[in-house]
């Protein structure tokens, strides 16, 4: 047996925890690029273009045309816990932004090679800025004027051989999955045109996955999917709770009741589910099971608990395939908790097991009129 007696208890250094906590911040590919388009949103783009080069394997860049970044704010921008969202704890039952932490850039920094190219569109010139390891500025360059970011990511994962070894041998999937986020962005993000690009040395960029900009979720989904999606499709608003009055005393309790008292944003409290979901009478072994996307007040998350109700209820009609799905759950701010996983697709909802149970009801009734065109179909 060892015994610890001669190896004192030493402090990491500095470097090697900001390398190890990045680690946890961005997981994969598709945390980063997630990151990179919610900070796009954050700045009130309408516009944002992803670019993968070589799959991602050398670099990808997010383009948008957002607000810009200031010159006072270059230099903290990269700095762990540097944010222009949250300034205390407080705020956080609040936060309507997707980002809050400052975690993302000072942690792709410590992961990857960052640059950050920005202009405001308020100066004759924007600024081409290249971060190092720590996130201090590296360099400086001016840069065309055209207000917005383009933010670069190269050689994600380049100073941790065995994540970079498991990324380059994984390519293939990773792209897939970050593929699948972009188009959940894509889907539900309305009024912001959200396309993806894929260059490699062999052929000329190809565009795919764009939306154009439009008003409703559903034109995004004709945009992305095409619209053969749509053929027998129900769209539903589903109100899992019913809202109240705001409580006089402001507080809400929802340690042991089964009730959704208020709002913070002083709304009515109320809890549904609106989207769209094949109809159970659609195309036989159709399955969509790789089509499924839900969010919370429109951030793609996973709701594995959720998803499970639907596809159940589902599966009690149809046996033979599973739905398309696109799901936005519209809940008061202060009944989740986005604050649970490092890359917030986790979500703690309070109540969900009377949200899923309500769900099942309300689904069971929609799809209840298509019971007999299905018993038709299938005998
Ligand atoms: P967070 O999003 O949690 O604030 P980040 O590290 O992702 O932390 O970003 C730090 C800050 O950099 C943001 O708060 C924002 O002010 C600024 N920023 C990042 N990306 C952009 C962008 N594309 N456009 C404008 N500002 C940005
Ligand atoms: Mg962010």
Redo the contacts with the bound molecule.
């Keep these: 047996m060892t015994t610890a007696t001669n190896n004192s208890i030493r402090a990491i250094d500095k470097e090697s925890v900001h390398r190890i906590c990045s680690g946890q911040v961005v997981l994969d590919m598709t945390t980063a690029v997630k ?2 388009i ?3 949103l ?2 009130g783009s309408t516009s944002i273009v992803i670019k993968f080069k070589q799959n991602g394997l050398e670099y990808i860049t ?1 383009t ?1 045309n ?4 200031s010159d006072a ?1 270059l230099e903290t ?2 700095l762990k816990h ?5 300034c205390s704890f407080n705020d956080l039952a609040h936060v309507r ?10 942690s792709l920094c410590a992961l990857a090679q960052l640059t950050v190219t ?1 202009s405001t569109g308020t100066t004759p010139t924007g600024v081409l800025v290249e971060y190092s390891a720590n996130g201090t500025v590296k360099s400086k360059s001016p840069a065309p004027a055209t207000k917005g ?1 383009i ?1 670069r990511i190269s050689n994600l994962f380049e100073g941790m051989p065995v994540r970079r070894s498991e990324f380059v041998k994984n390519i293939k999937r990773e792209y897939n999955k970050c593929i699948g986020l972009v188009q959940a962005y894509a889907l539900i993000a309305t009024n912001i045109k959200i396309s993806c690009v894929s260059q490699t040395d062999k052929k000329p960029p190809v565009t795919y996955i764009a939306s154009s900009g439009n008003p409703t979720i559903r034109q995004n989904i004709i945009n992305v999917f095409g619209p053969k999606a749509m053929t027998d499709v129900i769209e539903f608003d589903l109100e899992l709770v019913r809202g109240k009055a705001r409580s006089s005393n402001g507080i809400s309790d929802s340690s042991n009741d089964d009730e959704v008292d208020e709002d913070d944003d002083n709304q009515k409290g109320s809890i549904s589910l609106t989207g769209y979901i094949s109809s159970p009478s659609f195309g036989k072994g159709r399955s969509s099971a790789d089509r499924q996307y839900l969010f919370i007040n429109g951030r793609p998350c996973v709701l594995p608990k959720i998803a499970r109700v639907i596809n159940e209820v589902y599966h009690s009609f149809n046996t033979n395939q599973s739905p398309f799905l696109v799901a936005n759950l519209i809940l008061p701010t202060s009944y989740y908790d986005v604050n649970v996983s490092p890359d917030k697709r986790t979500i703690f909802l309070h109540n969900e097991r009377m949200l899923v149970e309500a769900l099942r009801i309300k689904l069971t009734e929609i799809f209840e009129p298509s019971r007999s065109t299905f018993a038709v179909s299938e005998a």
């Design positions: 990151e990179l919610e900070n796009s954050d700045a997010v948008d957002g607000s810009g970044i704010n921008l990269a540097y944010t222009s969202k949250l932004s997707f980002g809050f932490r400052g975690e993302a850039l000072s920005t970011t933010v």
